[in-house]
């Protein structure tokens, strides 16, 4: 079974940063893609982020260049988000999905139900 | 950035209706486009991609077509369990985008 596990939100600062954090399991993860997506309370679905399967290549919201980096290591199942400069408008639900085919480019399959992130002074 | 337009924001439909959502892209997205369905409360479900390929599971009363800019999701006969919000989303270019979600509501 597929799991995808978030975890590091929290309230911090404007101008703080937080480093979110996936753990997967239930598949070979050095196969897929995966992303970070996210949700402000009653608002729409945001992509943040992507990166690719196994060469690390990687891109980014607008609204996030700059300020977030994506990593996955490999060895651990794990993927994260290094959040920097935070915004009040980052204050959102951050979820980890995973890409839909292997070693290949899709929609997302596959969600976690979520981190908490919150930005506020 | 490719923009990601959804028609209409909110449907009002009912039971065994048949309804369709459109959504049109800024620029040419090929077929990389998928659909996902989401309940207050819960993580989307993936309910298409590739334009047009339903996702194992997913009832076949769903269906996708469109290539290019312009897309459709549609049911072919509304069940209790398909009120929700849907969402299209390119992955052709970084970086992938969402449409701004359409509500289908109990007329």
């Known amino acids: 079974e597929v799991q995808l596990v978030e975890s590091g939100g929290g309230v911090v600062r404007p101008g703080g940063s937080l480093r979110l954090s996936c753990a997967a399991s239930g598949f070979t993860f050095d196969d897929y893609g995966m992303s970070w997506v996210r949700q402000a309370p009653g608002k729409g679905l945001e992509w943040v982020s992507g990166?690719?399967?196994?060469?690390?290549?990687?891109g980014y919201a607008d609204s996030v260049k700059g300020r977030f980096t994506i990593s996955r290591d490999n060895a651990k199942n794990s993927l994260y988000l290094q959040m920097n400069s935070l915004r009040a408008e980052d204050t959102a639900l951050y979820h980890c999905?995973?890409?839909?085919?292997?070693?290949?480019?899709?929609?997302?399959?596959?969600w976690g139900q979520g981190t908490l992130v919150t930005v506020s002074s | 950035d490719i923009q990601m337009t959804q028609s209409p924001s909110t449907l009002s439909a009912s039971v065994g209706d048949r309804v369709t959502i459109t959504c049109r892209a800024s620029q040419s997205v090929s077929v990389s486009l998928a659909w996902y369905q989401q309940k207050p409360g819960k993580a989307p479900k993936f309910l298409i991609y590739?334009?047009?390929s339903l996702e194992s599971g997913v009832p076949s009363r769903f269906s996708g077509s469109g290539s290019g800019t312009e897309f459709t999701l549609a049911i072919s006969s509304l069940q209790p369990d398909d009120f929700a919000t849907y969402y299209c989303q390119q992955y052709n270019t970084y970086p992938w985008t969402f449409g701004q979600g359409t509500k289908v509501e109990i007329k």
């Open positions: 590739k334009a047009s």
């Open positions: 990166i690719h399967w196994n060469d690390g290549s990687a």
């Open positions: 999905a995973r890409w839909g085919a292997k070693r290949g480019w899709s929609g997302v399959d596959y």
